[in-house]
């Protein structure tokens, strides 16, 4: 018994915190070009302090936070009425509706980003169609824009916010809103005052699955967004890969850990406490 | 006579090829206590679930207060319902829940709570207004459900098994609390059971249901001890059935026989053996098998604590029941 719950912890800790005091290690360290790993460990604060005093980073975090934010509403206006429709669907529909929300999955996930690229290209089949049908007879390219960013990001993230809605709204007791109508709630007030209500666990946990990924993300930015939109993950690549400057990525990395996971950590704890005190 | 509150002219509701609700003709008068009984799948459900708004009719029609319900949506008819899980909303307290309904008419912050407290009041939860559902017993959350109901101050408040989720002891407090409250509010109560003790000993009037229709409509004590049929019959209570000269069938209640150790001196008599006794208490049931095959069923009241004779199994004895002590059934 008390193996099989350590085994977790022991996986957590050699995969998890091992690495992650690693990066920590790296993050304090000074850049060595010259010596290979290009790290001279010590204590150093100076790539924190880099962070927050360049407006290069704070920038790239800030439009990080934005993307995420906007493509986070947008899968969520998308995704609820999607999850509702499958919840309500007849029981014998649904592993089929469900099947292809996950569909996607089945093929890699970079090989679809890059579809998106023929999609949107200033040549794509969007710009031909716009062409061919006289909307635009001279279309702006999608592709390198932010526009194309917050496309790529909401396709791809959609499955993870309509599967937690679904499981909620599933799980709502169709009887209450039969209740509800019954005091006189029009279908409308019965969704904002039962349904919605009922559901925003599913929501808290379909926005977390969707923000949390979509701020760090790197191959969308990088593949669909142009250089102008600098997003988080993409600056970390750049520090590690182009100027080889493995403290300041270890650094950014670690920020954006306690970042995000601070806030979200927070949220999380006080959800669990209404919820106790709901019960 | 003044207008019936309920009027259900031929109303009938398939489900593919079932026919759930078929053609059923029924009234209901202001002020009743109207108990729908039947077994499970005879249409008692549905019935109350038309009325309501939930299901529509194939055809027919239903007028509630003069009023034709044809396409009037479940929030537009002046009725409220009391749930069989009671259908609580679990993210509210039960101020919340009791105040659901005024809230979407629209009535003013003051007069809610006053109405509200008042409502609680009368179903004895004033002290758990702040509770949650999930907080409360089974008998407190019915409480909850049925204040959350008259709140609205309905016309006709409809009870799908309101009894049902709660245990026995419970069960019979309750029954005559509703009892009360219907008299007292001057409401009209139309109420689904599967329970014909509980319909007989709360409703005015009650309707027996056996697939998709309505077989006879009368007070529990004309249907009791005056059923139409031989299902109607058998359904309540326990009957006898006997063949009747004329070819026709007569019902005899158990507790309409006497039963003793010599011929009894009555118009009617059989003699047999005891072959089962059922003790019940307030009384005892004993089946009889008759020389000629047949077994009937006798009951004898304990009105004695330790009574004089008692019979034993396989003892032989008599059966004896009067000229009027059946009911000449019509089918």
């Known amino acids: ?279 | 006579m003044s207008e019936p509150i309920i009027r259900i002219e031929g109303l009938t509701k398939r489900f593919g090829a079932v026919s759930a609700v078929d053609k059923v003709d029924l009234e209901v008068a202001r002020g009743e206590l109207f108990a729908l009984l039947g077994g499970s799948g005879c249409g008692k459900t549905t019935l109350l679930r038309l009325l309501a708004g939930f299901e529509t009719p194939d055809s027919g029609r239903l007028l509630i207060d003069g009023h034709d319900m044809t396409g009037v949506p479940p929030h537009l008819r002046p009725i409220n319902m009391m749930f069989q899980s009671y259908s609580l909303f679990p993210h509210m307290t039960v101020a919340e829940n009791v105040g659901y309904g005024l809230r979407r008419e629209g009535v003013a912050k003051t007069e809610t709570a006053t109405r509200v407290a008042q409502a609680l009041e009368q179903v004895k939860l004033s002290d758990f207004a702040t509770r949650r559902p999930a907080q409360l017993s089974g008998g407190q959350r019915q409480r909850v459900a049925l204040a959350r109901a008259l709140v609205k101050r309905p016309k006709l408040l409809l009870l799908d098994e309101p009894l049902a989720a709660l245990d026995r002891k419970l069960r019979e407090g309750t029954r005559f609390e509703l009892v009360r409250l219907q008299a007292e509010l001057g409401l009209t109560f139309v109420m689904v059971t599967h329970d014909q003790e509980e319909a007989m000993s709360m409703a005015s009037r009650m309707a027996v249901m056996e697939a998709g229709r309505v077989v006879q409509v009368g007070s529990p004590h004309e249907v009791y001890e005056r059923p139409t049929s031989r299902f109607v019959a058998d359904f309540i209570g326990i009957a006898n059935i006997l063949a009747a000269p004329d070819g026709r069938w007569l019902a005899l209640r158990p507790e309409k026989i006497v039963l003793s150790a010599a011929p009894p001196d009555t118009a009617h008599t059989a003699a047999g053996r005891i072959v089962d006794i059922a003790y019940e208490g307030g009384r005892s049931l004993y089946r009889v098998a008759l020389d000629d095959g047949h077994v009937m069923t006798a009951a004898t009241a304990n009105v004695a604590r330790i009574p004089d004779i008692s019979f034993r199994r396989g003892e032989s004895v008599w059966l004896g029941w009067a000229e009027d002590a059946g009911h000449l059934l019509d089918e």
């Open chain 1, 1 to 279: 018994m008390k193996a099989v719950i350590a085994l977790p912890f022991l996986w957590l800790g050699v995969f998890f915190l091992l690495p992650f005091a690693l990066v920590l290690a790296i993050a304090l360290g000074i850049n060595a070009p010259d010596s290979v790993p290009p790290v001279e460990l010590g204590f150093s604060l100076k790539n924190f302090v880099l962070l927050f005093t360049d407006d290069l980073y704070l920038a790239a975090w800030l439009t990080s936070l934005r993307i995420a934010a906007t493509s986070t509403a947008v899968t969520l206006l998308l995704g609820y009425p999607m999850a509702y429709a499958i919840a309500r669907a007849a029981p014998e529909c649904r592993p089929l509706l469900l099947m292809l929300v996950v569909l996607p999955f089945w093929t890699s996930f970079l090989i679809r980003v890059y579809a998106w690229m023929g999609l949107l290209d200033e040549n794509g089949l969007l710009n031909q169609f716009l062409r061919w049908s006289g909307i635009a007879a001279d279309p702006a390219p999608i592709l390198g824009t932010e526009w194309a960013i917050l496309l790529g990001i909401v396709y791809a993230y959609l499955p993870f916010m309509v599967l937690p809605l679904y499981a909620t709204l599933e799980k709502l007791d169709a009887g209450l809103l039969e209740a509800a109508a019954d005091l006189g709630a029009r279908p409308i007030t019965a969704f904002l005052t039962i349904t919605l209500p009922l559901s925003l666990p599913g929501i808290v946990a379909g926005c977390l699955l969707v923000f949390i990924p979509a701020v760090g993300e790197f191959v969308i930015p990088d593949l669909l967004g142009g250089t102008e939109t600098l997003m988080i993950g993409k600056v970390l690549w750049d520090e590690f890969f182009t100027n080889a400057d493995w403290p300041l990525a270890s650094a950014i990395a670690i920020c954006l850990l306690v970042l995000l996971v601070g806030p979200i950590a927070l949220f999380q704890r006080q959800q669990a406490r209404s919820l106790e005190r709901r019960s």
